[in-house]
């Protein structure tokens, strides 16, 4: 079992930036390939940004190319969402996924999810 919890989220004006944090508890939870997913209301949940366990390989939406960069710190089993440069439409409930089972790439069906942080870009 893998427990996720965020933390980060809040207001910002457009132009801004935010820096999420995903901190991992649980058995082998630091070997997790680990990802941000964000859904905004009627909208389908759209997959951000992945990181593989070792932090070697990250994969991003296009829609957040060049702006957003997700990372992890195994020793404090964290993994962050650095949001620069906001637009109003990345505005969203923001949760943090990990894979079915350890040692993955940045590729994966989330098994484990975060409770979720809410982020609001004000135009």
Do not use: H
Not at 18 to 34: E, H, I, K, P, T
Not at 58 to 67: F, H, I, L
Not at 85 to 99: F, G, H, W
């Amino acid at each position: 079992q893998v427990q996720l919890v965020e933390s980060g989220g809040g207001l910002v004006q457009a132009g801004g930036s935010l820096r999420l944090s995903c901190a991992a508890s649980g058995r082998n939870a630091v070997n997790y390939a680990m990802g941000w997913f964000r859904q905004a209301p009627g909208k389908e949940r759209e997959n951000v940004a992945n990181i593989s366990w070792s932090g070697g390989s990250t994969r991003y939406a296009d829609s957040v190319k060049g702006r957003f960069t997700i990372s992890r710190d195994n020793a404090k089993n964290t993994v962050y969402l650095q949001m620069n440069s906001l637009k109003p439409e990345d505005t969203a409930v923001y949760y943090c996924a990990a894979d079915q089972q350890p040692y993955g790439g940045s590729w994966f069906t989330p098994k484990y999810w975060g409770q979720g942080t809410q982020v609001t870009v004000s135009s």
